[in-house]
């Protein structure tokens, strides 16, 4: 009995030295074969022979043999699954690849920098409760001119060189145009809309004049206008305040003088404190720590009483924000043509 | 409005550098676009005298002079070929300071001693001018300092006048406003004359058009050079020279911003000037030597015609010369409008007319008169024999009721009654009060102040709009949705950037001929220009393609590979007299889908690729019943590889490949594809309202079908037939088309996988092999197909 109890013992002690030092799964496959083998197992043949033993020996032997098997068994699986973990581990490291190679082609395209300066500018004016409104680029005289305080024969259209068509007139038989500013809209709104009304339009305008560096016969425009009961210069300085830090950042200034625009009376230049010096001076703002950014002013009494307002009762503000204007100092781009050659050298640094 | 800083001082004492004087005309409303220096910083230069010239005894192209001051000689070396004795000239003497620091020292030029420098005008800082030396007038004082000869030390402004603010067209206007803001004295200048006798010059026939004139005849007059002072003012405002006659009236133009003119008296046929319309077929040789039809313009004409047309050009016959001896004096107001219809059917600008269509002081008519004859008689001598003043009508400024608080309203800022009273004050006005309101009665160069609105932007100027606060109010009003062209432009542009699509930006205009090249042939419905700019934009854009196409050359040309670009604007086409304006959204793409790659190779596009980026920015804009057929196809597209869009019935658009025709003569890639997806007619289309389905909890179940179809027989034929089969088939996915020898000719094979799906139970699979059956049945009945063998 007590031999073979201790030829277990061994055999145990054997079986799992050899689990332990078997270095592959082949090895530990026949460490598993040599002990616990269907026919040849060391330990198998030791349960195979329990039956032929004395019922006292068999039950402790028995016993004894079971957890021999159980602990190999065991063993064997730990070692097994930790030589599959290496084994994984060695296969992926092998198959490392250099990952700074470029990643997988895909195209990513975006908007001109002039739609998204234009969609910045009209979103500001939304987000303050603001409609967005639209007009059409062939208009009549009328909306574009007479009834904006542009009478015939006014020498300020002068500063509107215009495109005219051939062979289209408007009802009252004058030729019809390409609009040269967004002004029209704010006629076709305030007839159709009651107030208090807030808009926003943002657009395509035509002027009929050569091309350089800071004119283009088409440029975009913003355009604004209020017509409430009590609107003031005040209320404009607050929405340009807010449009000029959204576009520019916080610390923006805007400053009004007086100008001329024949549908606003007061009628002003609005400057935005110089960005690139901190007002200090420099080249873009020509030393005065300003920039000339847009035109404004309160809408003309003329131009309320066309639309069939009364300006003893109602005042409104508006304004024209030049799109380029914004994005040349915005993004710091010198020549206005860039916008329109469609280099995508220059558009994909705005994407 | 070239303005004299100098010249200004005449009027109104100030003590600011031009640099002052600008930043405080900006904030009065008057910019000043560039600010020159006249002869800065020059001292210790004189007047002198040329005695003798003799040549330089060791150089070729020097002179020796000998010149003499009025007290002293001195001798100076001269390089300029144009010195002679006899000559006056600005001498700068040995400690002499000229403009940019140069200091004139005792020097030996090739051995022979220099003690000083004999000027030009550029080395004054006067001018350009650098040949010779700037030669003086005969009799021009010896020994005067050369500041007060030449007028030096001046700068001046060109100040940008808006069209609102004639008055300040002159020296004396802008005077006025700087006198207004500093609340200085204005003085007139010297208008004195003698008095003549009352004389029949004129007469006026439009009184509406001619609302004043002033007619003065001279006699014994010298035409000749004006006095130096006067040509130098002149030219540093951009004014010619001509001779003391015309150079009187163009002074005073520049000096009180009333155009006036001088006719040779001698010339005028009955000697007498009528103010009058044209008749028909009457022409004026005019000034610049260009003849012009005066019809339809108002003129002053003699017994034989017209020999002015007023306000704008006088004519050349009866133009004054160096031989004038007797001269009539004009100085009208004519009535803005029409001097601005007159110049436009005279194509020509003036500054006389650049003026009175801008609104001249209807009171200055007279004062200017009385100027100019004062420089007349003051430079051309002789006597004033007759003068006469006509009065036509002239519309009466009204006074101007405003109520200070409304003033205020406007402004957004504190303003006392009593501040806004006195700023209209210092500009001119007078103001009584009636009750709560002011009444402001302008003064007569002030037309353009009507209502309370001008008040305040008077009141607002001179106070400073500094002054205004920054209020945000909100917004009161009903907030709208975005339009649904809006909607689907702001959607459309930001898949088709994730697409990969660059947006691009063009001008709008096109060239007729590069439509008609691309259609192929001539273009009934676009919209023409009138006065296009030049010919590659002499349309309005009909289509957006053309200049996209055009973009991606430029960009091939330039080194760019498989370009993506799009674009939405408005393009334009006529239809019976009127203009369709509709907003597009438009793509090209060429070349591959994607750049060299290490790993994953490039394909070429293929129509696919159009179908696909119009599908999914249809499925994106949740746009039902948008239809594709081969019909109606533009002719620059490829035949059979393109499709028109149709939504509710109406044409909305086109894709495919570009014509290879098109895309050799345009030098583009074979590979080229377009689509133009009317946004204004999808608009039109209401989308698919969102509403959630539920998830489906039973499972589906699938069948496989290859069959074979004759080639006439279209896919999307075959998928709307089996979709109807049943009312539990969910969807079809087509996973192969064959084409071989193995089957039949002009036939093919589509292979395709069909799930049915019950919502309330499995569905089980005899039921999926009776509807399976029945679509093969069908199949074979309606489209002939037969099972792939």
């Known amino acids: ?153 006014h020498p300020a259209r002068d500063s509107h060189d215009t495109f005219y068509l051939k062979n289209h007139k408007d009802e009252s038989g004058a030729p019809l145009l390409l609009r040269t500013h967004t002004s029209p809209v704010q006629i076709r709104y305030m007839k159709s809309h009651k107030p208090p009304l807030y808009i926003v339009s943002p657009g395509r305008v035509f002027r009929h004049e050569a091309v350089d560096a800071t004119h283009s016969f088409v440029f975009h425009q913003v355009e604004g206008l209020a017509v409430d009961s009590g609107v003031s210069l005040a209320d404009l300085k607050g929405v340009l305040s807010l449009f000029a830090q959204q576009l520019f950042g916080g610390g923006v200034h805007v400053r009004f003088r007086p100008s001329y625009f024949p549908f606003v009376e007061p009628g002003l230049e609005v400057d935005i404190s110089c960005t690139l010096c901190g007002g200090k001076g420099c080249r873009v703002c020509k030393n005065s720590g300003w920039v000339e950014m847009l035109g404004a002013g309160m809408v003309h009494p003329n131009v309320l009483r066309g639309a069939g307002l009364d300006p003893e009762k109602l005042s409104g503000y508006a304004f024209g924000i030049g799109v380029e204007r914004v994005a040349m100092f915005k993004y710091g781009v010198d020549d206005m043509r860039l916008f329109y050659e469609n280099d995508l050298r220059f558009l994909r640094q705005f994407a | 409005m070239k303005v004299s800083v100098n010249w200004l001082k005449e009027f109104v004492d100030f003590d600011m550098t031009p640099e002052e004087l600008a930043k405080r005309l900006r904030s009065l409303g008057f910019d000043t676009a560039s600010i020159t220096t006249v002869g800065a910083g020059v001292s210790g230069v004189v007047t002198a005298k040329v005695e003798s010239r003799e040549k330089h005894p060791n150089a070729d192209k020097l002179s020796l002079c000998q010149v003499f001051d009025g007290t002293t000689r001195f001798r100076v070396v001269c390089g300029a070929p144009n010195v002679a004795a006899g000559q006056t000239v600005p001498l700068a003497r040995v400690g002499a300071k000229l403009p940019g620091g140069v200091e004139i020292k005792p020097a030996k030029i090739r051995g022979e001693e220099s003690q000083g420098m004999l000027c030009s005008t550029r080395e004054l800082g006067l001018g350009e001018e650098h040949a010779g030396i700037l030669v003086l007038p005969e009799g021009t004082p010896l020994g005067e300092d050369a500041n007060k000869t030449l007028m030096l030390n001046d700068a001046v402004l060109d100040v940008e006048v808006m069209p609102n603010r004639p008055d300040m067209l002159s020296h004396w206007g802008v005077a006025r406003e700087i006198a207004a803001s500093l609340g200085k004295p204005l003085r007139l200048p010297d208008a004195g004359v003698p008095a003549a006798p009352a004389a029949s010059l004129a007469d006026i026939q439009e009184k509406t058009l001619c609302g004043s004139y002033v007619a003065r005849a001279f006699d014994g007059v010298k035409a000749g050079p004006a006095p130096l002072p006067m040509r130098l003012r002149l030219e540093r405002c951009g004014v010619r020279s001509i001779n003391n006659l015309v150079d009187a009236t163009n002074y005073v133009m520049m000096e009180l911003g009333h155009p006036l003119h001088v006719f040779d008296a001698e010339k005028l046929k009955g000697g007498k000037v009528s103010v009058r319309m044209s008749k028909p077929g009457e022409s004026l040789a005019c000034l610049d030597g260009a003849t012009r039809k005066t019809d339809g313009c108002l003129v002053i004409a003699d017994a034989a015609g017209p020999v002015a047309a007023a306000g704008v050009m006088g004519g050349a016959a009866s133009g004054v010369t160096d031989a004038t001896t007797r001269v009539l004096l004009e100085s009208a107001w004519f009535q803005p409008s029409h001097v601005r219809q007159s110049r436009r059917r005279l194509n020509v600008t003036t500054e006389s007319a650049y003026r009175f269509e801008r609104g001249t002081d209807p009171a200055m008519a007279a004062l200017a008169s009385k100027r100019a004859a004062h420089l007349i008689l003051k430079t051309a001598g002789g006597k004033m024999t007759g003068e006469q003043e006509l009065r036509g009508d002239i519309p009466a400024a009204a006074p101007v009721r405003a109520n200070p608080a409304r003033v205020e309203a406007l402004l957004g800022f504190h303003m006392p009654p009593a501040d806004i009273q006195n700023s209209l004050e210092r500009l001119g006005f007078s103001v009584k009060t009636d009750g709560a309101d002011f009444v402001f009665t302008p003064p007569p160069h002030r037309r353009d102040v009507r209502e309370t609105a001008d008040i305040a932007e008077e009141a607002g100027r001179l106070a400073g709009f500094d002054r205004v606060p920054a209020v945000v109010r909100a917004a009161a009003q009903t907030l709208e949705s975005p339009s649904a062209e809006r909607r689907l432009l702001t959607e459309g542009r930001e898949a088709l950037a994730g697409f990969g699509f660059q947006e691009a930006l063009n001008y709008g205009l096109a ?279």
């Open chain 2, 511 to 789: 060239a007729r001929s590069a439509w008609e090249a691309l259609v192929g042939g001539p273009a009934e419905d676009v919209v023409e220009l009138d006065n296009p700019l030049s010919l590659s934009g002499d349309i309005m854009a009909p289509s957006l393609l053309p200049l996209l196409l055009s973009n991606v050359g430029t960009n091939r040309r330039r080194g760019a590979e498989n370009v993506r670009l799009f674009e939405s604007a408005r393009t334009f086409r006529s239809s019976g007299g009127q203009v369709a304006e509709r907003l597009c959204l438009s793509f090209v793409a060429e070349g591959a889908d994607g750049d060299g790659h290490w790993k994953f190779k490039p394909r070429p596009l293929e129509f696919w690729d159009a179908k696909a980026w119009v599908k999914s920015l249809l499925k994106g804009w949740r746009l039902p019943g948008v239809k594709f057929s081969g019909e109606g196809l533009p002719s620059f597209l490829h035949p059979t590889q393109a499709q028109t869009v149709s939504a509710g019935g109406k044409p909305a658009g086109f894709f495919g490949r570009l014509h290879p025709r098109r895309a050799e003569v345009l030098d583009l890639s074979k590979d080229t594809f377009v689509a133009e997806l009317d946004l204004t007619a999808l608009a039109a289309v209401p989308p698919l309202a969102v509403k959630h389905a539920g998830l489906a909890q039973h499972p589906a179940l699938l069948r496989d079908f290859s069959l074979v179809f004759p080639e006439t027989v279209s896919w999307s034929a075959v998928a709307l037939f089996v979709m109807g089969q049943s009312e539990w088939m969910e969807d079809i996915r087509l996973f192969d088309v064959f084409r071989g020898d193995a089957l039949p000719a002009g036939h093919r094979s589509l292979a395709f996988r069909a799930s049915f799906r019950h919502p309330e139970r499995t569905l089980t699979d005899a039921e999926a092999a009776k509807i399976q059956e029945k679509i093969l049945e069908g199949l074979t009945r309606e489209f002939k197909a037969s099972l792939r063998g």
């Open chain 1, 1 to 153: 009995m007590t031999t073979l109890l201790d030829e277990l013992q061994r055999i145990q002690d054997d079986s799992l030295r050899e689990a332990a030092k078997a270095a592959t799964v082949e090895a530990l496959d026949a460490v598993h074969v040599k002990f616990l083998g269907r026919k040849d197992g060391l330990l198998s043949k030791i349960l195979a022979g329990l039956p032929s033993l004395p019922p006292d020996q068999k039950k402790e032997l028995g016993r004894r043999a079971n957890e021999a098997k159980r602990a190999l068994e065991s063993a064997l699986e730990a070692k097994k699954s930790r030589l599959d973990e290496d084994l994984l581990a060695k296969s992926l490291a092998q198959s490392a690849e250099d990952l700074t190679l470029p990643g997988a082609p895909l195209l990513r395209g975006g908007l001109h920098p002039l739609t998204k300066v234009m969609e910045e500018i009209t979103g500001v004016f939304l987000r303050l409760g603001f409609n967005a409104a639209e007009g059409p680029e062939v208009e009549t005289d009328h909306n574009n001119f007479t009834a904006l305080n542009h009478p015939p024969d």
